[in-house]
């Protein structure tokens, strides 16, 4: 069967809320996903292994017979793996030791990380921290994989019911352009005034971050132009340097992209970005990742 090799855990989850469920906007809000991807993603599991699972119809969702079939496997499936994650999370807990600190683009903000390493180190001399660079295809900077115990992530976070986070820092979105582009002569943009343009966005997989850079919530409904996807520093300079769209970006990220040729304009009508250390909320009890969070809230609150 080898048509069945590469359904995700992820596919066995969504089938299993909308089984339970049997609904598709309530399935999506246990899921943290919106309707649409949940759509997306049932009918691509569909497809590939060949079959419908639900009938869709006005009287609402129902399980067809493979469906029906297909349920106490996912079940068991997502149990067994539950199980393998916690037997690992214990052999983990063995190596307690080390805590590491994932994250996408480096925390500068004024000395953030040293300072708080400093003061983890202080209270736990013996402990060993690792810090991991994630790509932007990953918004939880490697919580969700385990690859992290903490991370420096952006929020909103997709399937946010699995952690928990301290917000370290509020920061206004502003707008990044080539500073060739026409609205680069004006001081300060109107978001209105951006709508239509191009945008640069992040990788599908971003989910709900995705959607926050590209403002989806001010947009009111109008599509958006993606001009070109990104996934790192490097290659966001690049594209708004080739003109192939503009881009949002934190505040404190700024001096990363406003290289030669790109510039930053403050910008209204969009909310302030949150920039926050989260970690999975059945970790909130282990003494390394309670004292990082402490002396996150620390160094941020100072």
Not at 127 to 137: F, G, I
Not at 138 to 152: K, M, N, Q, S
Not at 174 to 194: G, N, Q, S
Request: charged share 25%.
């Amino acid at each position: 069967m080898a048509m069945t090799t590469d359904v995700h855990l992820r596919d066995l989850r969504y089938f299993l809320a909308v089984a339970e469920e049997l609904h598709f906007t309530r399935a999506a809000e246990r899921l943290y996903v919106s309707q649409p991807a949940l759509s997306k993603q049932i009918r691509a599991l569909e497809r590939q292994l060949g079959v419908e699972l639900f009938r869709r119809d006005r009287h609402g969702v129902a399980l067809t017979g493979a469906g029906e079939a297909l349920l106490p496997h996912a079940r068991r499936v997502l149990a067994d793996w539950a199980e393998g994650a916690a037997a690992v999370a214990a052999a983990r807990s063995a190596q307690r030791g080390t805590l590491v600190v994932g994250m996408s683009t480096s925390p500068g903000r004024g000395g953030l990380l040293p300072a708080i390493r400093s003061r983890f180190t202080a209270a736990r001399p013996d402990a060993v921290l690792r810090v991991r660079q994630v790509s932007w295809e990953d918004p939880t900077a490697g919580l969700a994989d385990g690859d992290a115990d903490v991370a420096f992530v952006w929020l909103p976070l997709p399937d946010a019911g699995r952690y928990d986070w301290t917000v370290v820092a509020e920061e206004p979105r502003l707008i990044a352009l080539p500073e060739t582009h026409p609205l680069a002569a004006r001081p300060e943009l109107d978001f209105a005034d951006l709508a239509d343009e191009p945008f640069l966005a992040l990788p599908e997989s971003a989910g709900p971050l995705r959607d926050h850079w590209l403002a989806l919530d001010e947009r009111a409904g109008r599509t958006v132009r993606v001009g070109a996807e990104i996934a790192g520093t490097e290659e966001t300079y690049e594209a708004l340097v080739a003109g192939l769209g503009i881009c949002q970006v934190a505040a404190g990220n700024a001096p990363l992209i406003t290289l030669g040729g790109v510039v930053t304009r403050p910008v209204r009508g969009v909310s302030p970005s949150r920039y926050a250390l989260a970690w999975r909320r059945e970790d909130a009890g282990r003494a390394l990742v309670r004292g990082y969070a402490e002396a996150c809230r620390a160094v941020a609150g100072g």
